[in-house]
């Protein structure tokens, strides 16, 4: 990473996680307990604890700027309900959110300004997470103090030290983008290159695989293992159907076929009825949602499929993924139509043409071959 | 013919729906074995681990419970016992509202959690020097 | 092309062009043949040309016995490997559902396990006639390239399959996506090349039955 800031302002060690948790008289026994929960929400093996331990006293209070574009503040929402509401408060005092249109106190031109502060104080050092997509059909689509979100990202982007999106919409374009993407929404990753992404997408995200992203940037310093889609593999490693505890039924060929029927009560396969669990990555049946409690397919209803591109795209959420997203029967009748219709075509053709070659056809004689001597 | 209200999910608790809860008592009992000979802990996150509804209760009720029982405060409550097999312990964290934020299987003498930390002893230390040397003691007794 | 993508386009576009392509290339071959037409027999009727044909469709499944001791391999193996194929592909859940999708028409699937194990009897069993094929003088005189084409369609869809099923190697989505393109494949593939004697077989039989029904003998 490129070193932009002029120590003008030396970082002591107040600014550490380690201090400010001392500052609030939290134990050294709570700060391990509060690291061993952290571990596990960062999906790393408890055997990690004390180097998280050490990482995290020593760790400094990062700057985080928070952009919301085309989106529909679930993440927000998301994030605010993150369940281990003690942890989020001990990273929550420990990042200074400089910015946050929807949770800071300061408005209009102040809010601009804090904003603008946050990036020059921190050039070059801070955390800027995004939820929602960039429209760059028609900038005008979504501004915010008069700029538009592409000017706003280019601009805030410049002094990131790594950039966040948050949400599929951020991620990968998610909803805005859907088919006929009436905004031209366009994803973070289509318009930055030259930074660090690291890519949280669902809709919204598991609130603390958000934190666990922000945590682990705090803790470690570093971008975590990303996937081929940018996606931390901690989180994003396995696919829900790999780690569902229905997939005993699947392999069994036990399905539900209907949301009311013997199977669906007995907590069958939901594969039939839709599930995109076989082709989505994401944490949600280990981790799972309010506070460890459940998951969609646990409380009886298909995956989505939300963390991954285009989920909005991908046919209909109650067929099953060997369906095809077309529609084939409507083509294929049509095609049959047409074939009958060439096919009685080139048969009338081949009949004329046999009939033509018998109608040339001239019998030869023994004569006729002797004449040719 | 009465129904439900809602979908009943008949998913009895011995239905062993991931069969991972016998693996992870295997898991358990080699970490066991590896306590008594060379010492080393070994500590089991029971969120990385996959469970149908019902199989973490299976678990816990088929270890037990043994002769320790420890409550702590610290950053909301943490439960911490024996099992009824000793030297296998049941940790469980909870926040401050009370929802739980970590649940560990750990196999070892005594879980480090537990044990006074040298940091926190040394502000003991300074603690209990002030308390002397304010005379605080004398009033007390 | 991210694996998504890719995923979506088998299940979109792609097979939708495929499929327009199996069912009018297979439409046009059989009123090709259909409309080839036969010359009239000018002999009088011995016996009906409907009872003989159908009857030999039916026959023909039963190997002459004759012909069974000289290509006892080729009969049994070919045999497993054409029961495996319908049962994979006709009595697995997820394609019979793709089947009902697309036809309205849908019936019970057996339960997964036993075609994993059709699957595999399957790929061993096409594993063993390539290896006859290429060992055997006689099949190899035979063999043409379009022959080796032809098992190589078939096969890309079952191991595939397999992979995909069992979630071995690559990532689930594109697994699944190669999975589905190798069937779009063997359909493109399907009307063009020998494969059509998945349809011609039952022409041919009635022909040849329907000949010897006339002459009042059996085929």
């Given amino acids: 990473m490129k070193k932009h800031i002029t120590e003008a302002e030396p970082i002591g060690d107040d600014d550490t996680l380690g201090a400010a948790l001392r500052r609030q008289g939290v134990s050294r026994r709570s700060f391990l307990k509060f690291c061993a929960a952290t571990a596990s929400m960062m999906a790393l093996p408890p055997s990690m604890v004390p180097a998280i331990a050490k990482a995290l006293e020593r760790a400094k209070r990062p700057s985080v700027i928070w952009l919301s574009f085309q989106e529909c503040t679930g993440c927000t929402e998301s994030l605010t309900r993150a369940h281990t509401a003690t942890v989020e408060s001990l990273i929550f005092d420990s990042i200074s959110l400089d910015y946050h249109h929807t949770l800071q106190a300061a408005a209009g031109h102040a809010a601009e300004e804090a904003r603008e502060a946050a990036m020059r104080e921190n050039f070059g050092k ?119 505890y229905r997939r005993p039924f699947y392999d069994k060929g036990q399905f539900a076929e209907t949301f009311d029927d013997e199977g669906a009560r007995k907590g069958w396969c939901l594969y039939k009825l839709g599930c995109k669990g076989p082709t989505s990555y994401n944490a949600c049946a280990t981790t799972k949602w309010n506070g460890g409690t459940s998951f969609p397919i646990e409380s009886g209803h298909p995956c989505l499929g939300c963390s991954e591109p285009k989920f909005w795209d991908g046919g209909s959420f109650y067929k099953a993924l060997s369906i095809p997203t077309t529609e084939v029967a409507r083509d294929a009748l049509y095609a049959g139509a047409a074939a009958i219709a060439v096919g009685s075509a080139l048969g009338m053709k081949n009949r004329a043409s046999s009939k033509q070659a018998k109608a040339e056809h001239q019998k030869v004689s023994v004569d006729d071959l002797n004449k040719e001597d | 013919m009465v129904t439900a209200p809602f979908p009943q999910f008949n998913i009895q608790n011995g239905d062993d729906l991931t069969r991972n809860v016998r693996p992870l008592l295997y898991e358990i009992r080699h970490a066991l074995q590896d306590l008594l000979e060379t010492g080393e802990s070994r500590v ?98 | ?75 049994v193996v070919g045999y497993i490997f054409h029961i495996g194929l319908f049962i994979v592909i006709f009595l697995f859940a997820p394609h019979i559902l793709l089947i009902t999708e697309v036809t309205g028409v849908g019936w019970s699937a057996l339960p997964t396990p036993i075609v994993d194990m059709a699957a595999v009897i399957t790929m061993i069993a096409l594993a063993a006639v390539l290896l006859h094929r290429v060992k055997d003088p006689v099949m190899q005189y035979l063999a043409r390239m379009e022959d080796y084409l032809v098992w190589l369609v078939t096969f890309l869809p079952m191991v595939t ?51 010897a029904g006339y002459k009042g003998v059996r085929s």
């Fill in chain 2, 44 to 141: 089991v996150d029971l969120r990385s681990i996959p469970l149908a509804p019902g199989e973490e209760e299976k678990l816990i009720n088929l270890l037990g419970c043994g002769e320790v029982v420890v409550k702590l405060e610290a950053l909301g409550l943490s439960e911490i016992y024996e099992t009824q097999y000793p030297g296998v312990w049941l940790v469980t964290h909870f926040n401050t509202d009370s929802s739980i934020i970590g649940r560990f299987v750990e196999i070892t003498l005594i879980p480090e959690i537990l044990k006074a930390q040298q940091e926190d002893m040394k502000d003991s230390l300074l603690q209990l020097d002030e308390a002397l040397l304010s005379g605080d003691d004398r009033e007390v007794v």
């Fill in chain 1, 126 to 244: 801070y955390l800027l997470v995004i939820d929602g997509s960039i429209p760059v059909g028609n900038p005008g689509y979504s501004t915010i103090a008069g700029i538009s979100n592409l000017d706003m990202l280019l601009e805030t982007a410049k002094g990131a030290a790594a950039i966040i999106p948050v949400g599929t919409c951020a991620a990968y374009g998610g909803i805005p983008q859907a088919d006929p993407n009436p905004t031209g929404a366009a994803s973070v990753a289509d318009l930055i290159t030259d930074k660090p992404i690291i890519n949280v997408p669902g809709c919204p995200p598991i609130p603390v695989v958000i934190t666990g992203v922000l945590t682990h940037f705090l803790t470690f310093g570093t971008l975590p293992e990303l996937d081929q889609l940018g996606r931390p593999k901690a989180f994003y490693g396995q696919s829900i159907h790999d780690r569902c």
């Fill in chain 3, 1 to 75: 092309m991210t694996e998504i993508e890719f995923l979506s386009w088998v299940r979109g576009p792609g097979f939708q062009i495929a499929s327009v392509i199996f069912v009018f290339g297979v439409i046009v071959r059989l009123f090709e043949i259909l409309m080839l037409g036969r010359k009239a027999n000018l002999a009088e009727a011995n016996g009906s040309e409907m009872s003989g044909g159908v009857r030999t469709i039916f026959s023909r499944m039963a190997p002459e016995s004759d012909t069974f001791k000289r290509s006892r391999f080729t009969i």
């Fill in chain 3, 161 to 211: 399959g397999y992979l995909a099923f069992h979630r071995m190697g690559l990532p689930a989505p594109s697994l699944l996506a190669l999975h589905i393109l190798s069937i779009e494949l063997l359909m493109v593939l399907f009307p063009f090349t020998k494969l059509m004697h998945a349809f011609t077989f039952i022409l041919s039989r009635w022909y040849n039955g329907a000949i």
